[in-house]
Every structure is written in structure tokens, then in C-alpha cells.
């Protein structure tokens, strides 16, 4: 069934949600690195084992144990696919980093995916982007390199392996637009906290061996660092994930990626308010365009819902095609 147009507005405001909350990740790492020497790999088994944790309470509660246990019976393949994917793109941005720097990582991994959605849905549908979603995509990107390029945490600090980095970001791209593709399908037809909770499960599976053999302490008695894992588990796995599947079942893959622009925002602006780091000109300018391309792209959303609705889908009491 095509959603109405409300309830595309209402999911591109989810995704924009959901990457507010992964912004706030990047600085909340650093602090627990700060207070006790737990490797990344480390800290990110504990943010998918504590969102594990939380989403399973949760889903218990609602009694939606059977709708876990049914999908992972009927789509096992599609759900260990997104959660390799995405955890995969987590650690591969993370690597891209150490590599490359934080704005090689970030413009590549995170621009990479939304061109590569674009072109497979233009692909899929035989019809090239209309001038106004070229303008919208272009804003977007433009308004990431400048974020990314203006902001601190070292920003502009090339790392000591800048090819190989390079190519890390490229595939954390190239995954992270498989694990949204993916994810799609998947959000459509499933709750979002039981997706999210299958496809946690699968990182987890695949991060803690990591965690294991990275000889970092696993454990703390700092409860300050286990408020913060805490805060990563429940806030910027679970519930953001949450909302971004939520979104995916009335957006767009490429739309989804792009208004995950707001994440190196969110994460300037945050380090501006706790770290004092100014944004700069470039930075602001930066930040309005990616505002203004998530407005935009909200837009374009619902006139693509009302396209496919076609005329009746707004005169009351005239059923749509997809309705017996």
C-alpha cells in the first residue's frame, strides 16, 4: 500500500532522528576512551550487546517474542545480511578514521552511499532524477564536505594511511548502502524494534570475537564509563535504529542516506556546546545546507507519494487500487 503523504513527512523525520542520535556516539566514545582504555572494537560489542539487551526486554514485553523468532525462521539470509552490513560499515568507518582522518572517512563513507542508492533506484525504475532531487542531493553533499572539513576532533589531520583508508571508506560506503537497501525491504514488513533487535543480534555475534581478541580490558567498575556504554547501547543503537527502520517503511533508500546527513551535524554542533569548538562560516553555511536539503527532501517525498497515489488518493471515500 503507498503511504499517504503525511506519513512519508513523518518517516523522513524519524531517519533525521535517528541520525541526531548517532551523532552524539562519536563524542560519548571519546569519553569513555577517556576514562578507561577500552579499544573500539571493545566499546562497540558493549553498545550492540546493551541494545540487545534492551530491545529483547522490550519486545518480550510486548509480547512480540513470536514475530523475533518468525522472522529470523523466514528471512534468516536477509537478516544476517543487514547485520553483517551493518556492523561491517561501523567498524570499517571506524578503521577509515585511524586511517585516513576523520573527514576522509566521514564525506566518502557517508556521501558514497546516497549516490549509490540514487543511481540503483534510477537503474531500477528507468527513470533518470528530476532536476530539483539533483539540486536536493547536490545541496546535501556540498553541506557534508563542509561540516565535515570545518569541524574539530582533528578534522583536517590526515591519518598515516590515507590510500588504504580511502579504500576502507569506500567499502564502509559501499555496505552501509547495501545495509539501508536492505534494510528497507526488511522494515516494510516487520516491526522496527523486532528488525532492529535481529540484526543487533547479529553484530553483537560478530563484534564480540573482536572484542575478545583486542586485548583492551573488557570489564569496569567506572560507573561513569558504564553510564556512557549504557547511553551508547540504549540511545544511539537501540532507539536510534529503531527509528531509522521505522523511517525506511516510507522512504526512500537514497532519501534515507542523505537525511543520515544530519549525523556529522548533530556531532559538530555537539561538540561545539560541550567542547567549545566553533563550527566557523564554512561550517554554518554547511550545516544550513544540509538542513535545508533534509526540508527539501521531505518535500519530495510526499510529491513522490502523491505521484504514486495518483489523483483519488486525496478525495475522501474513493478507495485506492491497492485496497481490496
Do not use: C, K
Not at 111 to 118: D, I, N, Q
Not at 265 to 276: D, N
Amino acid at each position: 500500500m503507498t503511504p499517504s503523504p503525511a506519513a512519508a513527512r513523518w518517516g523522513v523525520a524519524q531517519i533525521a532522528l535517528a541520525a541526531f542520535l548517532w551523532g552524539t556516539g562519536g563524542l560519548v566514545v571519546q569519553l569513555v576512551r577517556e576514562r578507561v582504555p577500552m579499544t573500539v572494537p571493545t566499546i562497540s560489542a558493549w553498545r550492540l550487546a546493551l541494545a540487545l539487551a534492551a530491545l529483547l526486554a522490550i519486545v518480550l514485553a510486548q509480547r512480540a517474542g513470536g514475530r523475533l523468532v518468525a522472522l529470523l525462521r523466514e528471512r534468516p539470509r536477509r537478516v544476517l545480511a543487514v547485520g553483517l552490513a551493518t556492523a561491517g560499515y561501523q567498524l570499517l568507518y571506524f578503521l577509515a578514521v585511524t586511517w585516513a582522518g576523520v573527514t576522509v572517512a566521514t564525506v566518502v563513507s557517508l556521501g558514497l552511499a546516497p549516490v549509490l542508492l540514487g543511481v540503483g533506484e534510477a537503474i531500477t525504475s528507468r527513470r533518470a532524477p528530476s532536476p530539483t532531487r539533483l539540486l536536493v542531493v547536490a545541496a546535501a553533499l556540498a553541506g557534508l564536505v563542509l561540516v565535515s572539513t570545518a569541524t574539530g576532533h582533528g578534522a583536517g589531520a590526515v591519518g598515516p594511511r590515507p590510500a588504504a583508508g580511502l579504500a576502507v571508506a569506500v567499502a564502509a560506503g559501499v555496505l552501509y548502502a547495501l545495509a539501508t537497501g536492505w534494510g528497507g525491504d526488511l522494515a516494510r514488513g516487520t516491526p522496527p524494534l523486532v528488525l532492529t533487535a535481529a540484526t543487533t543480534g547479529v553484530g553483537v555475534l560478530v563484534l564480540a570475537p573482536l572484542a575478545l581478541l583486542g586485548g583492551s580490558p573488557l570489564l569496569t567498575t567506572d560507573t561513569e564509563a558504564l553510564a556512557l556504554l549504557a547511553y551508547l547501547g540504549v540511545v544511539t543503537m537501540a532507539a536510534a535504529y529503531a527509528a531509522f527502520y521505522a523511517g525506511l517503511r516510507t522512504t526512500r533508500g537514497s532519501t534515507a542516506t542523505l537525511v543520515t546527513l544530519v549525523e556529522p551535524l548533530s556531532a559538530a554542533l555537539l561538540a561545539a556546546v560541550v567542547l567549545g569548538e566553533r563550527l566557523g562560516p564554512a561550517g554554518l553555511v554547511g550545516a544550513a545546507l544540509i538542513l535545508a536539503a533534509v526540508a527539501g527532501l521531505a518535500r519530495d517525498e510526499e510529491d513522490a507519494v502523491a505521484v504514486a497515489a495518483g489523483p483519488t488518493a486525496a478525495l475522501p471515500g474513493v478507495p485506492h487500487p491497492d485496497h481490496d
